[in-house]
């Protein structure tokens, strides 16, 4: 058995050597103590509270309490905005309502003043010579001339209807603004009144003339007039020759002519009115034409 010798050590090489690192890198075995003492390096949050002054309960409470009433007021501000605009959006309407009545108005009262003045004309034909040819002709043309038609006003109510079944009046909150409304829609109901009484008028004296008168004749009477620019004085247009239903004719063309007269002089006045009431809403709403 050969014994190393000193000499031998020259034949070992570096790499037969340990390695320094190998020897650092042992296994490190954990005791149950030591686990103990690392887990207790990460501490348990406190879960218990220390008790909260009153002062912070109060301010607490202020706090909560400032949140519900801003929003509440915001709340307020906010559906009092949108009224206002519902308000002005109403007022709106009613202006353009207003504005379209005047419209019709004009053109209804233009039409009814003619019409008085044609009956007007009829009524200066003496009675007495009724049974004259050329009295009954010239009877008949004014009657049918002026007498066919019925100018009845009829009164925009869209905006109203929109605002009654949106609650009524209850949206106006402008100082005296509602009761003017009221007012605007009385007087067009009290024209619907009035009206009873000129188309009740008109009927009854329609239906009279047509009695008196043949009906049938009048494309063929009016014909004759177009072509020669003169009323016909030689047509017999009569249905009757009953002196009483001539005279009856005579009585309901005055009645139905201060009817007619009383009617247009309320729609003139209901135009007055409108006039008024359209200058006091631009006035309380401070509006212009670009408003509208």
Not at 268 to 285: D, P, S, W
């Amino acid at each position: 058995m050969n014994e190393e010798t000193p000499d031998n050590l020259s034949n070992i090489q570096p790499e037969d050597l340990p390695d320094e690192n190998n020897s650092q890198q042992e296994i490190k075995i954990i005791t149950p103590n030591q686990e103990t003492e690392i887990m207790e390096v990460h501490h348990h949050p406190d879960l218990h509270h220390k008790p909260k002054h009153l002062k912070e309960y109060l301010l607490e409470f202020l706090m909560i309490f400032l949140a519900v009433t801003l929003g509440f007021f915001a709340e307020t501000i906010r559906e009092k905005i949108s009224e206002n605009h519902r308000e002005k959006d109403y007022i709106v309407g009613l202006i353009n309502n207003a504005q379209s009545d005047i419209s019709n108005l004009n053109e209804l009262i233009s039409a009814n003043e003619l019409e008085v003045k044609g009956i007007d004309s009829l009524m200066r034909i003496s009675k007495n010579n009724f049974m004259n040819i050329p009295v009954q002709d010239s009877i008949f043309y004014f009657a049918v001339k002026y007498t066919s038609n019925l100018h009845i006003f009829t009164y925009n109510d869209l905006t109203l209807v929109q605002l009654r079944n949106a609650g009524g009046y209850s949206l106006i909150k402008t100082d005296k603004v509602a009761d003017t409304i009221a007012q605007y829609e009385y007087k067009n109901n009290n024209i619907l009144l009035q009206e009873r009484f000129y188309t009740d008028s008109y009927l009854q004296t329609w239906s009279c003339l047509k009695q008196v008168f043949d009906g049938s004749l009048s494309g063929k009477f009016f014909h004759e007039y177009d072509s020669t620019n003169k009323i016909p004085s030689d047509m017999h247009v009569l249905a009757t020759r009953d002196e009483e239903k001539m005279l009856l004719l005579y009585s309901n063309y005055w009645t139905f002519a201060g009817t007619l007269n009383g009617y247009n002089n309320m729609l003139k006045e209901h135009l007055k009115y409108l006039e008024g009431f359209i200058i006091f809403l631009k006035r309380t709403y401070n509006m212009g034409k670009a408003d509208l």
